[in-house]
């Protein structure tokens, strides 16, 4: 006589979860265990860890034929986040634990071989997931458990042994084993602190962009001399930007849970992350990658925040290039073989780099040991399509001894001019679907201007130049709305168009 047993779990492509349903089929033949449904090979193991987790926890395992599908059949299952459904499923089917209490309950957890129930990544997507398509109640490993209880209207059971859930769902035990110590929960690093605008000394100019990239969300060039303060200033940037609201905080801590680098002890993440691989960095850790279906890369994680590249000209040409997708469409879209992931990738790019090799072609560039070919090629490593989507590009000078004495205003009071920056542009744009000057297409900006074709005479004369491009045109327009927002008037003026062109051209409005 075959029995059944059911119960549900999740799926991740992407951000996105499926449900699915577990189903474990026992029949009297020769003894045996098969699992189908498309699992990766991480999953395909789970038939060993499953097998070792029951025994270990005190339970017979049935002498049966036994086969688990994952429907939808179709649909590719990755990772060991399965095995404790799997395991639910089976031990439901051979009756060892109540049948029918497991049904509409979504389990999730990777089982050891001892059967303690070990965490898993994208957890706060999955029970996100499974609430949306009605199963409220779900299992998730202990040291999860926060997490999972930050999706409202989750009923969360945290497990630290599969005896200890099998034992809820009635199963008979001589004993339950003792609770696993687990040592103490490593701590993710975490990244080095924002800082205050007011360490940076001098740099006046640099700043002042600085504060009208944080205003209108645009992505910022900074060239200039080693210890001119390019890491310092782009370091600081999330410390100005305002916090994340609801529905941003819960959508960048999915893909930090997703991506591992989740604690879920402090809540949901409130403040703009904060990226910065390093030059060596391959497209995969950049932009996501991986075998089967792909995990975020730093462009994700720095979703709603910055992701900034120092000494950008070393970074690889595919890596740069790879970047042209998400600042277009603020999403990156990963083919594979096993499928397609979307994750979302709306950040602020910050790009840092020296004048030349040997960064010392300042000013008259006396001191600079480049040839003028050298030169050409150092810079010309940022390919033009890529700096026309960057709209603030500004040179910083060289820190001399009377900067030392200049210290700037702190990052709170430039944080509180941001803030009504944003809400002025956010209340212009309340109807729309976008809420900054860095996202407005140069069409419905120009009509706002009026008839007044005076204001564009300066972008005008640099569009017949070639200084600019049209998408270029665009984007000082942009600029100068940012800086009428953070000068509190209702449309730029010339002023405002000028200064947005010499921003956009690192100055050079000649």
Known sequence: MSRLGTTRAVALVGLTGHVVEVQAHLAASVPGFTLVG???AALSESRDRVRAAVTSSGLDWPNKKITVNLSPASLPKTGSGFDLAIAVAMLAGARLIDHVRPQHV?????????GRVHRVRGVLPAVAAAVAAGYRRVVVPAQDADEARLVPGADVLGVRHLAELAAHYGAELDELPEPPNDGPTAQRPRGPSAGDLADVLGQTEARAALEVAAAGGHHLLMVGP???GK???ASRLPGILPDLDEAAAVEVTAIHSVAGTFDAADGLLRRPPFEDPHHTATPASVVGGGSGLPRPGAASRAHRGVLFLDEVPHFGSRVLETLRQPLEHGEIVIHRAAGTARYPARFQLVLAANPCPCGKAVGKGLDCTCTPIERRRYLARLSGPLLDRVDVQVELPRVSAVDRD????PSAAVAARVAAARAASADRLRGTPWTLNGDVPGSWLRERLGADRGLLVDVDRALERGSISLRGADRVLRLAWTL???AGRDAPGRTDVGRALALRTRGHRG
Not at 106 to 114: K, Q, S
């Open 106 to 114: 979504v389990h999730l957890g990777e089982l050891g071989l001892d």
């Open 484 to 486: 009428a927002d953070l």
């Open 406 to 409: 200049e210290r700037g205003e």
């Open 231 to 233: 890491t310092m200033l």
């Open 38 to 40: 498309l699992p990766d």
């Open 226 to 228: 080693p210890g001119a």
